[in-house]
């Protein structure tokens, strides 16, 4: 089976009904072969990638990327020491074509100390805000269309309520996330917890 380089998209692995993989559990965090990120923070930017599925960038300047560390099970992104740059952490979500029309819900755990961070979801090439995020958080939405070449994201970032590429931070801000989950219906489902070596399996389909 071959892939999408720029999604990685197979079909989806499971019956677990998260549509997003590798979203933090309470037992082992989070999946990750790319290295060690509980033991200090790592600067990452450009898209690339943390642990398994997680990409993290700013729309500033390269010096100006955020740090991401595992901490207590949570995954935690922090925005650059300067005011006004914003930090994001996003998933592409497998075969999101075929969720158009439907009705799903977003879900998870979150702490922060910014009363900036929100939820977005990219809807026909524009990011849409699901709202402002803070402690267990639930979002139902329905998925609309989108372009040929338009991947469904689901993205978290500190920013401006018009747009996630507009940063509103007093410098250094941070948000974590655990037991992230996307599912379909108008419900939010209690996170199921999938073994670890069943994440892994879905995350090796992807890693390089």
């Known amino acids: 089976m071959s892939r999408n380089r720029d999604t990685g998209a197979y079909g989806h692995l499971g019956d677990n009904t998260n549509l997003l993989i590798n979203g933090g559990s309470p037992f082992y965090g989070f999946v990750s072969q790319r290295g060690d990120f509980e033991t200090s923070p790592t600067v990452i930017g450009g898209d690339e990638y943390s642990v398994d599925r997680w990409q993290h960038s700013t729309t500033g300047a390269s010096s100006n990327y955020p740090t991401v560390q595992v901490v207590g099970g949570y995954l935690r992104t922090t925005c650059a020491n300067q005011p006004t740059i914003n930090a994001y952490t996003q998933q592409v979500v497998e075969e999101g074509e075929s969720f158009v029309g439907q009705t799903l819900t977003l879900s998870g755990k979150c702490n922060t100390d910014s009363a ?23 979002f139902t939405f329905t998925k609309q269309a989108a372009n040929v070449d338009d991947h469904f994201r689901v993205r978290f970032s500190i920013s401006d309520a018009s747009d996630p590429n507009i940063g509103i931070n007093a410098g250094g801000e941070y948000f974590e996330l655990a037991e992230v989950k996307l599912e379909r219906g108008s419900v939010a489902t209690p996170f199921e917890y999938e073994p670890y070596g069943d994440v892994l399996a879905k995350c090796q389909r992807y890693f390089c």
Request: aromatic share 14%; glycine share 14%; no cysteine.
């Open 116 to 138: 900036n961070l929100r939820a977005w979801v990219i809807v026909n090439g524009v990011w849409v805000s699901l709202g402002s995020i803070t402690g267990d958080f639930s």
